[in-house]
């Protein structure tokens, strides 16, 4: 067990893509496979874009195989996750650090693999989705867009290590990934039906344009004007600046989540003072939008970051946590609702914050565009409701561009503070909350195999499949960091990933961790069994290993 993700290789990617797809018609196990109809698309940046929806900046954009996934099933505009200058070992974030029970908690930030490592997974996340589109004829290769998203100060921004990793994404060509992937595409070029090596050379490697800039609570506005002036005249890229909840002031946030039933949840003054204040903000935001003029590119906000308030009844590690999800939605749209009313409508919003099945169609017919999600993805739905919220999409009208509709805009953001859908109900406030290391299930069975912990994953690390006729769950050690998101959603009250038997890529991987399991290596296995660890050849392993392993090369070859 360990909370470090290891990379898959682009070809491993691939290979699982395309066994799964042949043998299941799922990819990544996401089974609810969107495809678009072609009748109508959007434009951003220059760019066609066929549905205004993907997952934000978090734990679905982190991983090569997250991006997949959430394209397979609808998703068309992805906000990759988060780097910084802080990245790998140096970066430390607390484990757990999520939970979606209810309203979503986390005290994750930014990616935590390396920078370089970050690249190489966009890279191979966007040549995977090039190829896979086409394949499978689940779109227009070239109508999905790829956002990336930088913090936190100038000092980091302008460093060689987000330098690079700035440039390497606005074109790929030169990075060793991007070589790495084209050679597997021709060498397989054979393997695919509906794809040929003058396809394989078109694949533009200019994965991103555009840019969130996510800086710290409290950072002052002259930091985040030379941030953005770096981004828009250095680095001539579109912008978007992701605003803070706090611009509503502190009063109207105190009474709207004491009114909702989120009374407890614990926040100070302190935190929207420190912060960039509304008038400020305002006077910003249209100098960038001028100087984005003056260098043809568009500059525009992200409503909302998520809502930093005090962990008080040990929901995480830590002393402060981030907010997200339901309780999330009546703020962001306030905000959305008292920017737009400033700037007459004429000011490009990206929405994050708690957008659901119930208020997506609404948000969108605002004007406000693209929306991601995060939190709905970490709910027993996963990554198959997406195909849900893009048709939702689909069946709104396309406008031409993001101006905002302000009356609109004010008439939904008055009924969100209002809307039963986003209040804390009676039931789930006196529901006791489940604490992390309170269930200690170790049982490598399940009483009834669910498969909850499977769709909550973000990671894809557990999966389920039948052996000897029953169907079992096994937790892959490779691709999971510990978020504990699984853990909330167990109803046989076990730690999947620390409790039930797990896949092992090899011999240290098993020895670093105290989880039941086993590693595969050529004829031999290494296995932890009722506490011991033991090495011998496959076939006098103990049944249950045997079987797991017989299951897995009939049906995941791919995991082995
Ligand atoms: S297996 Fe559980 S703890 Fe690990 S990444 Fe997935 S949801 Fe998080
Ligand atoms: S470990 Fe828990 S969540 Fe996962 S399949 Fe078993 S019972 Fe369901």
Request: charged content about 25%; aromatic content about 10%.
């Amino acid at each position: 067990m360990s909370d470090i993700m290891v990379q898959i290789p682009f070809h491993k990617l691939m290979e699982r893509v395309m066994y799964e797809k042949e043998n299941y018609n799922t990819v990544y196990g996401v089974s609810n496979l969107y495809t678009h109809d072609g009748k109508k698309d959007l434009n951003l940046f220059d760019h066609g874009l066929e549905n205004p929806f993907g997952p934000a900046a978090g734990p679905h954009t982190q991983l090569a195989q997250n991006l997949v996934a959430s394209y397979v099933g609808g998703s068309r505009f992805f906000e990759l996750k988060t780097v910084q200058i802080l990245d790998g070992h140096d970066l430390h974030v607390d484990k757990p650090c999520i939970r979606a029970d209810d309203e979503c908690y986390n005290v994750e930030w930014s990616t935590e693999l390396y920078v370089p490592q970050a690249l190489e997974e966009y890279i191979k996340g966007w040549y995977a989705i090039k190829l896979i589109a086409k394949e499978y004829g689940f779109g227009d290769p070239d109508k999905f867009i790829f956002n990336m998203s930088v913090g936190y100060n100038l000092e980091g921004i302008k460093s060689k290590k987000i330098d690079d990793f700035i440039e390497g994404l606005k074109d790929a060509s030169n990075t060793e990934t991007w070589k790495e992937c084209e050679k597997w595409a021709l060498d397989h070029v054979n393997d695919f039906k509906n794809i040929d090596e003058a396809y394989i050379k078109s694949i533009s490697p200019k994965v991103c344009n555009s840019i969130t800039l996510s800086t710290m609570h409290g950072c002052p506005s002259d930091e985040i004007e030379g941030i953005i002036t770096h981004l828009l005249t250095n680095k001539k890229i579109n912008t978007y600046l992701k605003c803070n909840p706090t611009l509503l002031g502190y009063d109207f946030v105190r009474k709207t989540m004491d009114d909702m039933g989120y009374d407890y949840m614990s926040f100070e003054t302190h935190g929207f003072e420190s912060d960039l204040q509304f008038e400020d903000a305002v006077a910003l935001i249209r100098k960038m939008q001028e100087l984005g003029k003056a260098n043809g590119l568009t500059f525009g906000v992200k409503l909302s970051n998520t809502f930093h308030v005090k962990i008080k009844n040990s929901e995480l590690p830590g002393q402060d946590m981030y907010m997200s999800g339901k309780a999330l939605y009546p703020l962001t749209i306030n905000v959305a609702a008292k920017l737009a009313k400033a700037f007459d409508g004429k000011l490009p919003m990206s929405f994050s914050g708690g957008a659901d099945a119930n208020n997506i169609k609404d948000i969108f017919n605002t004007g406000i565009w693209p929306i991601t999600v995060a939190t709905i993805l970490l709910k027993p739905t996963g990554y198959q409701v997406i195909k849900k919220l893009a048709t939702l999409l689909d069946e709104c009208e396309f406008p031409a561009d993001q101006t905002v509709n302000v009356s609109l805009l004010e008439e939904l953001a008055k009924k969100a503070v209002e809307d039963s859908n986003y209040k804390k109900t009676e039931a789930a406030r006196k529901k006791p909350l489940l604490t992390f290391g309170e269930n200690v299930n170790v049982r490598v069975e399940c009483k009834v195999t669910c498969g909850s912990c499977v769709n909550v994953c973000p990671n894809r690390a557990n999966t389920t499949l039948m052996v000897d006729g029953v169907k079992r769950m096994l937790h892959i050690d490779d691709y999971c960091n510990e978020c504990g998101n699984c853990y909330i959603f167990c109803p046989d009250k076990c730690t999947p990933y620390k409790d039930r038997l797990t896949l092992f890529a090899g011999k240290k991987e098993l020895e670093d961790s105290t989880n039941q399991g086993f590693a595969v290596m050529g004829d031999r296995v290494i296995y932890r069994f009722d506490g011991t660890v033991k090495e011998c050849a496959l076939t006098d392993a103990p049944e249950v290993i045997r079987s797991f392993i017989t299951a897995l090369k009939e049906q995941q070859p791919y995991l082995l």
